[in-house]
């Protein structure tokens, strides 16, 4: 019975999936998000080089890992110093390139991928989607904040006009650009199935003609956002994506003193990484004030706080279960071989806790069927550390462990006993069993679709 109750769920849930999953928007963005996934593989597998091989501070050669620096060269100091160290920080230096050119402007490559695909899923009788791009980029540059502050050669604060803060162009601008596309989008081409278009002689090449037509819808495109990025300049002094962030970031701070910190945090973080808003973007400030202390207080002795920054990388970042567990879940249960590829290429960043080929790659980012884990994939081990922590099981975290390090070893070092690295093994087999129905579903709706 409970068996024929299970199947009974799992096949209304594929229904209901299945109908989400059809939906246009969801159609474009997943198309966006699978097709720029795979720069992304290639910043991770950067960040991975980058991070655990070549950091003289990292895992392998610091001393907060197997301290083989101080190993070779007679202590930390002569390691830090020596020529090895300080080849090995230009090479870092020079992985940041595939960052510089990847993920550091992922926010344009999603508003050229969901312009694109937008287009052809909303408008299909538009035969160059390619033109509504150019103007999604215009519109979105338009947005930005076209100034800088920051710190001159004498530490002091100064603002420097015309150079546009790259922050936005990442993962702190997705959120943004995709609002910036989809309103490009509708006003664009609903401007040009209205014919208000600069028609030219047939004796012009077909190019040049496209180009003129999309004359005056692009210009009253621009002038929309335009009007919208000077009305909140004179306003408010600020941007879009400055303003979205804002209104993201001040109900956190409202809850940031209150006993449910923890609980908002935790389910919170990943809604938005669902959304594509990186979840640090808007709780790394309150974590600084907050958790990061704690983590000092902890380090230094002076008190044993159970909520820390350490040990949210302790239970949820570093524990495999956002990471290891989808990409075994995949391997193991998917038929479709697109996405075992996918996990093929991204277990290797997985398994330094490097979650963003898997997440945009799958893509579990704005992926209806991943939703449910992957929001459980922060919220489950999360608290499941919180009580095993309060029951004695597992030990206040008090050891500064970099985030990179592989799980089941991590929860050996954040918590200096065996236990830890036996609560990340558990996750990761939790996770991969909670994942396994949804690949499943997955596999459900592919099949449909191809019939």
């Excluded at 209104?247 to 940031?256: D, I, N």
């Excluded at 002795?301 to 350490?310: F, R």
Aim: hydrophobic share 55%.
């Amino acid at each position: 019975m409970s068996i024929l109750s299970l199947s009974a769920v799992q096949i209304g849930l594929t229904k209901c999936i299945s109908k989400i999953a059809g939906n246009r928007l969801l159609l474009a963005l997943r198309d966006t998000f699978i097709m720029t996934g795979v720069p992304l593989m290639i910043a991770g597998i950067a960040i991975m080089i980058s991070s655990v091989f070549l950091d003289p501070n990292g895992i392998i050669f610091g001393h907060a890992g197997l301290k083989l620096g101080a190993l070779f060269y007679g202590g930390d100091e002569t390691w830090m110093a020596s020529g090895m160290a300080a080849r090995m920080v230009m090479l870092q230096h020079y992985c940041n390139y595939f960052i510089n050119g990847t993920m550091a402007i992922n926010a344009i490559l999603i508003i050229v991928g969901f312009t694109f695909f937008g287009t052809r899923r909303f408008f299909p009788k538009n035969k160059e989607p390619i033109v509504c791009v150019f103007y999604a980029i215009a519109a979105f540059f338009i947005c930005l904040p076209w100034e800088l502050t920051t710190n001159d050669v004498n530490q002091q604060v100064v603002t420097l006009s015309g150079i546009v803060n790259t922050r936005f162009i990442g993962q702190e601008g997705i959120f943004t650009g995709l609002l910036v596309s989809g309103l490009t989008i509708w006003i664009f081409n609903r401007l040009v199935e209205k014919n208000y278009t600069i028609k030219m002689p047939d004796s012009v090449p077909p190019a040049v003609a496209r180009s003129f037509e999309s004359l005056i819808p692009g210009c009253f495109t621009l002038l929309v956002f335009v009007v919208i990025a000077a009305v909140l300049h004179a306003w408010f002094n600020s941007s879009v994506p400055e303003i979205l962030l804002t209104l993201l970031q001040k109900p956190t701070l409202a809850v940031a003193s209150t006993p449910f910190f923890a609980i908002v945090a935790v389910t919170t973080g990943p809604l938005l990484q669902w959304f594509g808003i990186h979840a640090t973007s808007v709780w790394g400030p309150i974590f600084g004030l907050t958790w990061t202390i704690n983590d000092n207080e902890n380090i230094m002795g002076v008190a044993h706080h159970l909520y820390s920054t350490l040990f949210f990388n302790f239970s949820t970042v570093s524990s495999g279960g956002m990471t290891i567990a989808p990409i075994i879940a995949v391997y193991l249960f998917s038929r479709r071989m697109e996405n075992r590829n996918t996990a093929k290429i991204a277990l290797a960043p997985a398994i330094f806790n490097i979650s963003e080929p898997i997440n945009f790659g799958l893509p579990i980012i704005l992926n209806p069927v991943m939703f449910i884990p992957y929001v459980l994939s922060w919220v489950l081990p999360f608290f499941g550390a919180v009580l095993l922590t309060n029951m004695g099981l597992l030990p206040i975290i008090t050891n500064n462990v970099p985030w990179t390090v592989p799980p089941v070893i991590s929860g050996i070092l954040f918590s200096g006993q065996i236990s830890g690295g036996l609560y990340q093994l558990l996750v990761i087999v939790v996770m991969t069993a909670i994942y396994m129905p949804f690949v499943k579903i997955a596999n459900s709706i592919n099949e449909k679709a191809a019939e």
